[in-house]
């Protein structure tokens, strides 16, 4: 087990932290300012709302693998501990990364039955081996413990080389229940216009837009504001087309023991 050492902070860094927060935390939750400049908004809304509504039952110790920067930790007001596990060397550097624990990537850890809950945000695409590591999730939750999953279904290549697989929605059921866990609930987010419109938000954002980051924070509401106004009130009446979706965001449970 090798503990995660904390970046040091510069006393610039110190200063600049709460702005530099705040609008990191718009690209991840619902808040207004995404609404208005985050070219993941539709992305990150439905994620943002669709675990929220799930995680108010977390109670207990709780395991995120793959944290990075622990995006959705508000989210469990009340579990007692929040931990989070995650690789040395992966697809993006850890500078603003909240981990606790790192992992091989094969073995998680910690001891059978440590944790209540396992949460995995947009992580097992980018995880080769699922079959075991969700033979370890098994293995560290406790029986009758909880697993949230969010999965990407539609959405490009990153944190290349390190991004291996798109799962659909029967795949992710038949590799958890495989593995010994029940669904408890499955959502599919975002509907197929929502789909189409956000892929074409991230196109325009990496390849129209120019490349420095405070140009680009002055005119994203000029494009992505009334871009994403025009689209949620066209997908309140146009059909939903259930078969292109974001992301998949399911709860399911581990079989308690059984009392001989």
Known sequence: MRLAQKPASSP??????PL????????FDASLLGFFINP???????????IKLLSSSAQGTLLDVGCGSKPYETLFPNVSAYIGCDLEISGHNHHRSRIDYFYDGKSLPFANGSYDWVVSFETFEHI???DQVLNEIQRVLKPGGHLLVTVPFCWGEHEVPHDFARYSSFGLVFLLEGHGFEIIQHQRTGS??????????NYVFHYLLPRKGRLNFLIAPLIFLPMNIVVLLLDLILPKGPELYL???I???????VQA
């Open 20 to 27: 530099l927060d705040y609008l990191r935390g718009a690209m």
């Open 251 to 257: 709860l399911c449970r581990k079989a308690p023991e």
């Open 247 to 249: 992301n998949n965001v």
């Open 40 to 50: 993941y908004h539709i992305t990150r809304r439905r994620l943002h709302n669709a």
């Open 128 to 130: 080769f081996n699922l």
């Open 192 to 201: 197929y216009l929502l789909t189409l419109t956000q892929l074409f938000q």
């Open 12 to 17: 610039g860094g110190l200063l600049r932290r």
